[in-house]
T-cell receptor, first 116, second 112 residues
Framework: DTGVSQDPRHKITKRGQNVTFRCDPI?????LYWYRQTLGQGPEFLTY????????KSRLLSDRFSAERPKGSFSTLEIQRTEQGDSAMYLC??????????????FGQGTRLTVV | AQSVTQPDIHITVSEGASLELRCNYS??????LFWYVQSPGQGLQLLLK??????LVQGIKGFEAEFKRSQSSFNLRKPSVHWSDAAEYFC??????????FGQGTELSVKP
């Protein structure tokens, strides 16, 4: 297993276009998280899944954002009608599950989105 | 409200010198505390974590951190910094649910 994988690594899109990012977590991990990181800031929580169920969404996740994890494996994050303010690094992380010993999150290398 | 504060945005130390990065948190319950490191354009790597027990925790790459409940702090230390330690360091607080709240980060530069 090579860890959490994200695709693409970089995406440049025109304002108003839709984009979709993919995340493949570590295979036995039940929990999958999406974070957004803007320049000079720490990552901000967007949403997370326990298997295929989306359990929490941040208020940062406007109605233009949607995330899915259809079979409890990989996840997609879609942004519709992109705006320049959406330019950021989108990080995916996974963890084994609940409980102190299972809380450690493993991060992918991120998808850098630039909206022009 | 839950929050993490890293007071130092940027720190420069000489190679071989000791390092301490500060982290203060605000959290209602007993927190789970983490330090992550991020190299430019990369994801985050876990350095160490604290859940309970011994308040001095050891991590990878020679790092350690001490949990001080009375000060709501979880400072990261290293006795001798190497040039390869130059990176961005993030302190985070979480719970059993797994969601993490990160600080703003401290950028570490290492002088030869």
């Amino acid at each position: 297993d090579t860890g959490v994988s994200q695709d693409p690594r970089h995406k440049i899109t025109k304002r108003g276009q839709n984009v979709t990012f993919r995340c493949d977590p570590i295979s036995e991990h039940n929990r999958l998280y999406w974070y957004r990181q803007t320049l000079g800031q720490g990552p901000e929580f967007l949403t997370y899944f326990q298997n295929e169920a989306q359990l929490e969404k941040s208020r940062l996740l406007s109605d233009r954002f949607s995330a899915e994890r259809p079979k409890g494996s990989f996840s997609t994050l879609e942004i519709q009608r992109t705006e320049q303010g959406d330019s950021a690094m989108y990080l995916c992380a996974s963890s084994p599950g609940q409980g102190a010993a299972n809380t450690e999150a493993f991060f992918g290398q991120g998808t850098r989105l630039t909206v022009v | 409200a839950q929050s993490v504060t890293q007071p130092d945005i940027h720190i420069t130390v000489s190679e071989g010198a000791s390092l301490e990065l500060r982290c203060n948190y605000s959290y209602g319950a007993t927190p789970y505390l983490f330090w992550y490191v991020q190299s430019p354009g990369q994801g985050l790597q876990l350095l160490l974590k604290y859940f309970s027990g011994d308040t001095l925790v050891q991590g990878i790459k020679g790092f350690e951190a001490e949990f001080k409940r009375s000060q709501s702090s979880f400072n990261l230390r290293k006795p001798s910094v190497h040039w390869s330690d130059a990176a961005e360091y993030f302190c985070a607080v979480g719970n059993q649910g797994g969601k993490l709240i990160f600080g703003q980060g401290t950028e570490l530069s290492v002088k030869p």
